[in-house]
């Protein structure tokens, strides 16, 4: 697996971003260590999502690609597959819930996808998107139970390591634990004492338990802010990918979330989604113990007026 | 005078952060022209302010040093002065007005400046800090009418010019003029052919108005969001220096200057303060005739979560 991610790396090469990674003296003495934060909110659309369409997609046959691909996400996913189908001319269908944010819809239906609208209160996004699958011969592209798509999620830790050295801690969000998985695959690849922490808000903390127990927990509609982790589970190639390669998982509170996002924002002039601020939040706020040079993946950027407004008031 | 900038380069290596070029396709779609933002929000204490206030600071006489330093300001520069002061071990008292935002007094504070606060109403800071700095013996290290606070500005173009190649055109925003002079100077000084842009917002158009008349207009306590502009005119020495290296000047409105805050925010997921974003502004209303390799100041991040929940609100 690590070699896919090498693979990844090389497909994915001019066509992501090679993002930043920014580190503040203020905060390594804050935290007793050096910090180096790997800016995703910097990555193409705004998110590390990129990555892993990208490399899925770039990977199709020319016959798959012609028919085009399908996937269920009304997040940075699947901003992500519409912006790569766009640019490598593939049509691509997003099932979104008919109450997503309308910027979301229009934004994916700006990049040229077909989106389609369900029920969320009546209709499962996975049995509708398996049905017009089916239907029209398109490639699922899952927003991160699938091999293709976590290699690709990998290669920003690949990149990090080269750009700050060997690390001996890397901390990363998870939701459905795409980044995580691949982020741990790689760091072990580079250092494999590297300790790989997964970091989840508490409301959300069904991979915890997952990782804790070893038995798959689920969780619904977790009220949480931090929105890019509010899938019900980890996956079926996810899972034991995590119990394989990640050391421990920590959690954190929702007024720790907006603590750290606050602090970019403040401090490092930079704007990080809930989601993207969740490995910095177990540092600030000591829920590892600290290694001395730390990686922390600050997944994306895609953050709404609304929520950075509740936020500055908090 | 460029010389002066080029050892003032010198004098800040490695004690300034070496700010990074940010590039945008999107960006560039959208103006028409290749754009290469100089983010001087990721400067120490987030605005160029720290590159005078070092140039001059560590210029002095170890006499000078050790009797100490002092300014007026309630904006980056004094916070720039307090936090150099604490660097190179410096005593410094630092003028401000008894309404400044707590926020600025304590950080002043912090950097274990000596804060003076005065009634705005009734006294002028210009008159306080001189008789402190006659009693006292203090060397004064004003905002922005002091060749070595010029020079040091000037040192952010002279590295984007390394970073983004020959430029052809500069845009920096306009408040005392300490930035646009030093800038100017900088690029004419790399290429001589390059066209210097001040930008300043409409609501505090008097450097345009002196360019323009070649005499000296004032203004008293514009109304504009962008703070960091705020100042009652240009200064007997940015003045013709202006007038020399600068080609033209041109001004936005307050809702431009608003849509520039939003677009570094929701598109470059980045923070930057009004008076920081009026280069951008200027661009993205169309009020240059475009060149091919434009540059652009972003001059600082300071921004307070009120301002910033207004804009987010617009």
Known sequence: MFNHIINARKRLKGHA??????????????VGADIYLKCENFQKMGAFKFRGAYNSISKLTNIEKSKGVITYSSGNHGQAVALVGKMLKVETTIIMP????ATKLAAAKGYGAIVIEYNPETQSREDIALKIQEEQSLTMIPPFDHTDVIAGQGTATLELFDQAGPLDMLLTPCGGGGLLSGCAIAAK???PDCKVIGV???LADDACKSFKTRMLHTIKNPETIADGTRTTSLGKITFPLILENVDDMVSVSEKQIIQAVQFLFFRMKIVVEPSGALGLAALLNKKVVL???IGVILSGG???AETMRLILKS
Request: proline residues 10%; without cysteine.
């Open 200 to 202: 989840e808000p508490a």
């Open 189 to 191: 690849g580079k250092n």
């Open 302 to 304: 895609n953050i709404d």
């Open 291 to 293: 290694r001395k040079k």
């Open 98 to 101: 008919r109450n997503a944010p």
């Open 17 to 30: 971003n090679h993002t930043p990674v920014m580190t503040s003296g203020t905060l390594n003495k804050l």
